[in-house]
Structure formats: C-alpha cells, structure tokens
C-alpha cells in the first residue's frame, strides 16, 4: 500500500478521514501533520492542537497570532482569573496519630482557590497576580505544582502570608503579615497584564481585593469599563465597593454572590425570598446580566437568568471546611459559560462543585470526578411567578 505523502509502504498504516474528505492513509503522525496540519497564516506554525477559529474560517495557531492580523473577536480557549493579592498560608494541624503536628504550605486566595477549581474541572486557568518578596516566591513555586499557569507581575513588597493554628479542630490565627499595597507602577503593570489576558482569553473571571485592600477602587471602575469597551466576557465574584466601582460602566455577564455578601453590603435584612429578589432585580438593573445568590435556606441557591428565575438545591453533605463553597460555584459558572451550556446545566455545575468543595480541607480543590457525580443530585426549579420580574 502506496502512502498518501512519502509514497512509502509499511504494514501498519494509518488511515485518516478528514470532514468532508477522502480517506488518506500515512505511515507515521509527521506524515499526517504535514498534509492535514493547517498552517498558522501569521507565523506559520504548523497547528497541531485547537487553534482559534475567525469568522471568515482562517485558523490561527493563538489569539494573539489572529489580533496581530486584524482579526477581532477570537480568543486562546482558557479563562483567565484576576485576582489583586495571593497569599502565602500556613496551617498547623494535629495528626490524627497524636504523635506530631502537620505543617501545611499553600497557596492562597480568592482567585487561586477560583483558578484551581477550574482546572480541576477539565478547563485551562490563567491566574493573574502580583508577586513579591521570599513569600511571592513561595507561591509561585507551590503554585507551578497546580497545573494553573500563572502570570505574575512584580512587586517590591512582601506578598501577604498567615499562619493558622487548627489543632483544636477550629481556626486561630497566630500571625499575619497583611497586604501592603502596590505602587503606582506597579498598579498600572498589573491593569495592563490584566487587559491583555483578557483580551487573549475572550472572558475573565474578577475577584475582590484580599482584606479589602491592595489596590484603589478606582482600578475596578477601570476595568469594568474596558473590559465592556472590549467586549470580554465578565464572570465577578464580586461584592461591596469593587462590585459597585465595576458597574459604574462595566457590565458582568455572570455575577456570583452570597447571602452575606448582599447583608453586609446593605441591600438585604434578611434571608427571606422576597428580599434576596429585590436586591438582585437592582444589581440586574445596574449592569449584572446575570446573578446566582449562594448561601441560602439549606445551602440552596437563587438564580435571575435570561429573565427567569431558579431555585437550585444541591445535597446537603458532612462539611470539612465550608470556606471556598463559594470560589467553586464561581468556577463552575465561569466553565459553564465556557462551556456554552444550557442554563440549567450550568447552574448544576456550579452547585456540583460548590457540594464537592465542602467534604475537603483544601479551598478551590474539589475532586472532578466527585462533582460529575454530584450533578446528577442537583435539582433546579424555575421559580413560577418571578418570570419578568
């Protein structure tokens, strides 16, 4: 048998069949790449993965490569995670031998926990983050273990670090070094790093700042804008000042919050149904296209989507740690829209996620294959008489 490109024979062959196209048949994958492998039109690399598709069918090997070409609306298949400060955590547990402690080193904070719980359900994750100091260098090392790739930017200061003392079976904190602040440099590198990851990803995930400190407000009023000018697909976990500096004139396609979170910012006094409704009417009207409220009556969520209302009851579990139910709802939605899910299933995601978080100690670290199973347990009820509203 006469091969497709070499024209060579051999006994095991390989036989490919393209869309819409002949059988061809090759002797080895360098064969196959060579004939089949589209060529990147910018810098003619051979695309041997996904690529990204523009909308006149020209396949680039990235975004970057399609932009560099005039091309607009494309972007690498990952989400990228924004996240103002990581911090250096240090646990001390006792074992359960009794004979010595445990020392446990991680990384730490909202958009880490976001970003690892991403990538633990089968999606790539950027995290981007400022670094500093022999902390920053510890975290970025722990981090490069993850399988989360991270785009840091520099910074003079100590990144923050805590250590906590959980021997007793509740949580103590024995010290803390808190989060400095950046610079004015070193804000701006950090706005910039975040537009172009932006940009190249085609959707962000934003986080509030550690401790409520780090960077002005006035970086979230920025950025809401610019991400809308942009048109980049906005998921926020996001509250108080930074949520309302972002929808000053940004606008968040998916937006994730809690009970507490909507108490604490002053648009509700209570849990009851009625109230969470009304706050989210008003953060609909002020630029959230979507909003999913966790932290209800029996861990149920309450979600305003495409005009429609959802109550989302998840199974109640034995809780390890409750911390980072949150961060993993957010995770499922942002991978849900990826994704292009129906609303259903994506809400299912997301309390899948958030239920298997909980049975573990590590925040943002829930097993994939536990939150597949968890989906099926998920029960969502579109809520009668909301529609509209």
Same mark, same amino acid.
């Given at each position: 048998?006469?091969?497709? %490109?070499?024209?060579?024979?051999?006994?095991?062959?390989?036989?490919?069949?393209?869309?819409?196209?002949?059988?061809?048949?090759?002797? #080895?994958?360098?064969?196959?790449?060579?004939?089949?492998?589209?060529? #990147?039109?910018?810098?003619?690399?051979?695309?041997?993965?996904?690529?990204?598709?523009?909308?006149?069918?020209?396949?680039?090997?990235?975004?970057?490569?399609?932009?560099?070409?005039?091309?607009?609306?494309?972007?690498?298949?990952?989400?990228?995670?924004?996240?103002?400060?990581?911090?250096?955590?240090?646990?001390?547990?006792?074992?359960?031998?009794?004979?010595?402690?445990?020392?446990?080193?991680?990384?730490?904070?909202?958009?880490?926990?976001?970003?690892?719980?991403?990538?633990?359900? @089968?999606?790539?994750?950027?995290?981007?983050?400022?670094?500093?100091?022999?902390? @920053?260098?510890?975290?970025?090392?722990?981090?490069?273990?993850?399988?989360?790739?991270?785009?840091?930017?520099?910074?003079?200061?100590?990144? !923050?670090?805590?250590?906590?003392?959980?021997?007793?079976?509740?949580?103590?904190?024995?010290?803390?070094?808190?989060?400095?602040?950046?610079?004015?440099?070193?804000?701006?590198?950090?706005?910039?790093?975040?537009?172009?990851?932006?940009?190249?990803?085609?959707?962000?995930?934003?986080?509030?700042?550690?401790?409520?400190?780090?960077?002005?407000?006035?970086?979230?009023?920025?950025?809401?804008?610019?991400?809308? =000018?942009?048109?980049?697909?906005?998921?926020?976990?996001?509250?108080? !000042?930074?949520?309302?500096?972002?929808?000053?004139?940004?606008?968040?396609?998916?937006?994730?919050?809690?009970?507490?979170?909507?108490?604490?910012?002053?648009?509700?006094?209570?849990?009851?149904?009625?109230?969470? =409704?009304?706050? %989210?009417?008003?953060?609909?009207?002020?630029?959230?296209?979507?909003?999913?409220?966790?932290?209800?009556?029996?861990?149920?969520?309450?979600?305003?989507?495409?005009?429609?209302?959802?109550?989302?009851?998840?199974?109640?579990?034995?809780?390890?740690?409750?911390?980072?139910?949150?961060?993993?709802?957010?995770?499922?939605?942002? %991978?849900?829209?990826?994704?292009?899910?129906?609303?259903?299933?994506?809400?299912?995601?997301?309390?899948?996620?958030?239920?298997?978080?909980?049975?573990?100690?590590?925040?943002?670290?829930?097993?994939?294959?536990?939150?597949?199973?968890?989906?099926?347990?998920?029960?969502?009820?579109?809520?009668?008489?909301?529609? @509209?509203?």
């Amino acid at each position: 048998m006469e091969f497709s %490109v070499c024209g060579n024979t051999y006994h095991r062959p390989l036989y490919i069949r393209s869309e819409g196209g002949p059988e061809l048949v090759f002797d #080895c994958f360098e064969c196959a790449i060579q004939a089949l492998a589209p060529t #990147c039109p910018n810098c003619g690399t051979r695309i041997i993965g996904h690529g990204v598709e523009t909308a006149t069918g020209l396949i680039f090997c990235c975004a970057h490569c399609a932009r560099h070409q005039g091309h607009t609306g494309v972007a690498d298949h990952q989400l990228c995670v924004f996240a103002s400060s990581l911090v250096l955590t240090i646990t001390i547990e006792a074992r359960e031998t009794g004979k010595s402690d445990e020392i446990h080193l991680h990384p730490g904070g909202q958009g880490f926990w976001i970003a690892r719980m991403i990538d633990h359900l @089968g999606e790539k994750a950027t995290l981007l983050a400022p670094l500093g100091g022999e902390a @920053g260098k510890v975290i970025a090392t722990l981090i490069a273990s993850t399988g989360v790739e991270l785009l840091a930017t520099h910074r003079e200061d100590e990144s !923050p670090v805590y250590i906590h003392d959980r021997r007793s079976g509740e949580r103590h904190e024995l010290a803390e070094q808190p989060e400095p602040g950046l610079s004015r440099h070193e804000t701006d590198d950090l706005y910039s790093r975040t537009l172009e990851a932006a940009l190249a990803a085609g959707s962000i995930v934003v986080t509030s700042r550690y401790g409520g400190t780090g960077i002005p407000v006035s970086f979230y009023a920025r950025l809401g804008a610019d991400l809308a =000018t942009l048109d980049v697909t906005v998921i926020g976990d996001l509250h108080g !000042p930074e949520l309302a500096a972002f929808l000053k004139e940004g606008r968040i396609d998916m937006l994730k919050v809690s009970t507490e979170d909507l108490r604490s910012d002053g648009l509700i006094r209570d849990d009851e149904t009625a109230s969470v =409704t009304a706050a %989210v009417t008003d953060l609909v009207a002020r630029g959230a296209l979507a909003v999913v409220v966790s932290g209800g009556e029996g861990g149920s969520s309450l979600a305003h989507i495409d005009d429609a209302w959802y109550r989302v009851a998840q199974p109640s579990l034995q809780t390890a740690d409750h911390r980072g139910a949150g961060d993993a709802m957010t995770a499922g939605l942002a %991978v849900g829209l990826r994704r292009k899910l129906e609303t259903t299933e994506i809400l299912k995601l997301a309390a899948a996620a958030g239920a298997a978080n909980v049975v573990r100690h590590g925040l943002g670290s829930g097993d994939a294959d536990l939150a597949d199973a968890l989906n099926e347990t998920v029960d969502i009820t579109e809520m009668e008489g909301h529609r @509209g509203e």
